[in-house]
């Protein structure tokens, strides 16, 4: 994240700090911070209540040279060697405009979930806004609100913060088709094929998305572009094509042991209410410690040769529950 620099705060004094006029003077102060900060705080939390994510997705901000894995050789852009087509969709923005798939042909397309309450969306706006600036001809930024309140709230907002991109309003469709949003800011990036290459949850350098924008456009950068197979990355849906995943050790298993658990993995759901999978709650998040116990249990069910417990006709499996919603 971004340094943020504290002001300095100057008082009257008479030249000694330890007087007790000083010392009443500071205790005021730092009492009235102190609120001010326990008032934000209450507020963030209560946002974070509704969407927990948020806080840990911004943790994910990394640095060009971080990615590299180097610290300061050239940077390392990454795109799906088997993108998935954009799923379409067809609305209007705040302005009543028509935003349509359609339109996206021969440009990349920034697709940004966020939300006006959520601090890490508000420090990436202005980085959207210049790059949908500098890169008008060749690039479309949208913007999809996952706000509860109504349109014209939001509106307001995008027109004091300058958004020069459309914004649309979610519908539980919409975020459905995209897999679902498990933090926020969450953007797809799409090729001119109208491809999702890249997904990126919380807030990343300017210069990544600069990057990635130039490369797509078959312009000049100063990065090496690799690519990666998509295995839930972008769209959990594509878990069932993982080798591994996160935290389950298949170690000991043979071939066709490992096999059976990424089947197992991959049809039994997992109970911590995420509505996923256990391999796709593995990926969606690597630190649910349900899944992680539940994998690690069908793993060592599959080394001793157990199998699971048979299912009544008509029952779900444990854990099981209907398919993701909207906000999953």
């Known amino acids: 994240m971004r340094s943020r620099l504290v002001p300095c705060i100057a008082l009257p004094h008479n030249g000694d700090c330890s007087a007790p006029e000083m010392k009443k003077a500071l205790i005021a102060i730092f009492a009235t911070l102190a609120a001010l900060t326990g008032l934000g705080i209450g507020i963030l939390a209560a946002h974070m209540g509704r969407f927990p994510a948020v806080i840990a997705a911004s943790l994910k901000h990394k640095s060009a040279a971080d990615s590299s ?4 050789g050239p940077r390392v852009i990454r795109f799906a060697s088997n993108p998935q087509p954009a799923p379409p969709f067809l609305g209007r923005d705040l302005d009543g405009n028509i935003v349509s798939t359609a339109e996206w042909p021969g440009k990349v397309v920034f697709v940004n979930f966020w939300a006006t309450w959520c601090p890490p969306c508000r420090e990436e706006i202005p980085i959207l806004i210049d790059l949908q600036s500098k890169y008008k001809e060749g690039l479309q930024v949208i913007g ?41 800011p969450t953007s797809f990036v ?35 572009i690799e690519t990666f197979e998509d295995v839930g990355q972008i769209f959990l849906k594509n878990a069932s094509r993982a080798t591994e995943l996160p935290g389950v050790d298949f170690a000991g298993l043979t071939p066709d042991q490992k096999r059976a658990a990424l089947k197992r993995l991959n049809s039994e759901s997992c109970n911590c209410g995420c509505r996923l999978t256990l391999a796709q709650c593995r990926i969606n998040d690597t630190t649910c410690p349900v899944s992680k116990d539940l994998a690690a249990k069908v793993v060592k069910e599959i080394l001793a040769g157990e199998k699971p417990a048979p299912i009544p006709i008509g029952a779900k499996p444990p854990g099981a529950s209907a398919p993701p919603t909207a906000n999953q």
């Open 190 to 224: 799409v090729n001119k094929e109208a491809r999702i290459v890249q997904k990126h949850e919380g807030l990343f350098p300017p210069e990544l998305y600069e990057t990635e924008i130039r490369a797509l456009l078959g312009l000049p950068v100063d990065a090496n």
């Open 144 to 184: 999809v609100s996952l706000d509860d309140g109504s349109p014209d709230d939001v509106k307001e907002f995008a027109k004091m913060a300058g958004i020069n991109y459309p914004i649309v309003m979610r519908s539980r469709e919409l975020v459905a088709a995209y897999g679902g949003v498990p933090a926020l």
């Open 69 to 72: 894995g180097n610290g300061g």
